[in-house]
């Protein structure tokens, strides 16, 4: 089955949240976007839901840095996780956000499955791959949408798009790629089908790998700072050691 953008158009602006204890109750199904800043995560958001300011909500003052939910009819929502890298947020700001994201995506029982967002021109950061090696122990699936395809001829894009599926199917064959376009509205239809499909689908059984994830470990900016614990030089969480860029 073929379904559209318009599967996501009744989407309107729920809750917020700042701390764990603040995450609305579980309303059905989740699937969640993270990624970079200004990767394209909120012009995605937009363009899936034919809305011009959705993630606006999310960029008003005080909320950049919460988890904003965004409820689709009565049980299901898609979740705009706050975005990472910034370089110049002190580490008093940036470490419970951080923790709170981590948590987030490692113990929220609604979320059937995250979209991850990347400048196709800079795909696979640290960063990226942190986030990748915290989320698929869960076992729920990621697929990537690789944004600003429109930055690159067809030909590079695709490349592209072959290497990032190499790298991250060699460690994580839940996930699946795909390049896509806010601006040129590419890529939109394939994109809102995979989400319908999670929303679609059960909830997952759950995996006993995550059990071993640490939630404290989470992605940190990639420009200065590095994690340098003993644990984060081994990279020995599942996946953080398995994609190269
Ligand atoms: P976010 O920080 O990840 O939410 O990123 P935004 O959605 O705010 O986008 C960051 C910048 O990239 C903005 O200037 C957007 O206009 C631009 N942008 C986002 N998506 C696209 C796209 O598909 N193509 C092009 N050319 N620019 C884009």
């Known amino acids: 089955m073929v379904v559209g953008v318009s599967a996501f158009q009744t989407v309107r602006y729920v809750a917020s949240a700042a701390e764990l204890h603040q995450l609305p109750p579980d309303r059905g199904a989740e699937v969640a976007f993270v990624g970079r800043s200004n990767a394209g995560k909120s012009s995605a958001l937009n363009a899936i839901c034919e809305r011009r300011k959705l993630a606006f909500v999310s960029r008003t003052p005080g909320r950049t840095q919460m988890i ?22 002190p580490d008093a700001v940036r470490a419970p956000w951080e923790k709170l994201l981590g948590s987030y995506l490692q113990t929220r029982g609604p979320l059937r499955g995250l979209a991850l967002v990347m400048d196709v021109r800079h795909p696979l950061t640290e960063l990226d ?46 996930t699946s790629v795909q390049l896509f376009s806010s601006l040129r509205k590419f ?11 999670w929303l679609d689908a059960g909830a997952p059984e759950p995996v006993e790998a995550a059990a071993g994830l640490e939630p404290d470990e989470n992605p940190r900016q990639d420009r200065g700072s590095r994690n340098k614990s003993p644990r984060a030089k081994r990279g020995n969480r599942p996946g953080a050691k398995c994609l190269k860029v």
């Open 68 to 89: 904003n939910f965004f409820a689709l009819g009565d049980h299901e929502s898609l979740v705009d996780l706050p975005g990472y890298g910034y370089a110049r947020v």
């Open 129 to 174: 791959q942190r986030m990748l090696g915290w989320f698929c122990p869960t076992g729920k699936p990621v697929h990537v949408l690789l944004t600003k395809a429109d930055k690159l001829s067809r030909e590079a894009a695709g490349k592209i798009l072959r290497r990032v599926e190499e790298e991250i199917g060699a460690f994580a064959p839940n």
């Open 187 to 197: 890529g939109l239809d394939q994109a809102a089908a995979v989400f319908r499909g």
